[in-house]
């Protein structure tokens, strides 16, 4: 069922995930994001990690990130685990007008796009900052950079503000997304939340330049001993849109402390990715017939991947 109440009041029965907590996070109570009814924001810069459509190649430039604490899927292995399991108490509380001014802010440094990175569980603020800030004069591309695990509903408040997607598709299985998200239904989820994406921005548009205007990105962080996943998933995306979108195929992953540190944790993911696995994947993209695809060195992985938060 779509929204059909003021952007303020989505927060005070949250449903904005596909967990559907339903709890009233204007009287401070919270959900599994473990969020507040107002975004916080723990960093924003110009970056140039990301895909070269996105990031470009001028070094004086790069693409206008913002980050969001907090998260409405939990990966236990989250690369940017410190803001993402967790409030840090170093995040800045962010209005839709202050967001706005951010946004601009960063146009005014060469971004350029504005890259929105876990925005989901604020979405009704950030939609109403877009659009504020589109009204006073932003000009470059808005992307909206998710974890995949999305509710249709909520996705169609950025409809016509949006012009870049970058969902993940994580996992295939239910079993392994029941164990590394606690969400079985991620794939099902996932593929009705790129189907919305898509209708929304369409194919894949790059400049003159070759930066991306309008279109989709969807990445998938290979995780070790999960290949069979890696499989379907880009056979599913191939068939589905194939070059319509760009797949962004991911070696970075990066056994974080907290999984090393832990007996329990899973030992697929206290290991890093085994080269044989990733180059038989990036074959198998290219042999599906994916020619707008990016692959990455297999020494992306590592520290220098993950920005310097504020924790």
Do not use: W
Not at 183 to 194: E, G, M, N
Not at 278 to 293: D, E, F, I
């Amino acid at each position: 069922m779509e929204y059909n109440v003021p952007m303020e009041n989505l927060y005070s029965y949250c449903n904005l995930c596909p967990r559907h907590c339903g709890v009233d996070r204007t009287s401070g109570d919270t959900g599994f994001c473990k969020s507040p009814s107002y975004p916080v924001v723990n960093l924003y810069k110009l970056h140039f990690g990301e895909e070269p459509v996105i990031s470009g190649i001028n070094a004086a430039r790069g693409s206008g990130t913002v980050f969001f604490e907090g998260c409405g899927t939990g990966c236990v292995f989250c690369q940017n685990y410190d803001i993402s399991h967790r409030l840090t108490g170093r995040g800045t509380k962010m209005d839709a007008h202050m967001l706005s001014d951010v946004f601009l802010e960063l146009q005014s440094q060469g971004a350029y796009n504005i890259n929105l990175v876990t925005p989901m569980h604020y979405a009704p603020t950030v939609a109403d900052s877009i659009a504020s800030a589109k009204l006073s004069g932003l000009k470059i591309p808005v992307a909206i950079n998710c974890s995949g695990y999305d509710s249709v509903d909520t996705l169609r408040l950025f409809d016509g503000l949006a012009d870049i997607y970058m969902p993940d598709m994580k996992f295939f299985s239910a079993g392994i997304a029941g164990r590394f998200a606690g969400a079985p239904d991620y794939f099902q989820t996932c593929c009705l939340a790129i189907d919305e994406m898509y209708r929304q921005v369409g194919s894949y548009t790059l400049s003159p330049d070759g930066l991306l205007m309008r279109g989709m990105i969807v990445r998938h962080l290979m995780l070790p001993g999960c290949l069979f996943d890696t499989k379907h998933i880009l056979e599913y995306l191939c068939a589905r849109y194939g070059n319509n979108i760009a797949i962004s195929l991911m070696s970075q992953y990066t056994p974080m402390p907290h999984i090393t540190s832990d007996h329990n944790s899973d030992p697929r993911l206290r290991r890093h990715l085994s080269a044989e696995h990733y180059n038989s994947m990036c074959t198998l993209l290219s042999s599906l017939g994916q020619t707008n695809a990016f692959v990455q060195e297999l020494g992306s992985s590592g520290d220098s991947m993950i920005p310097d938060f504020k924790t």
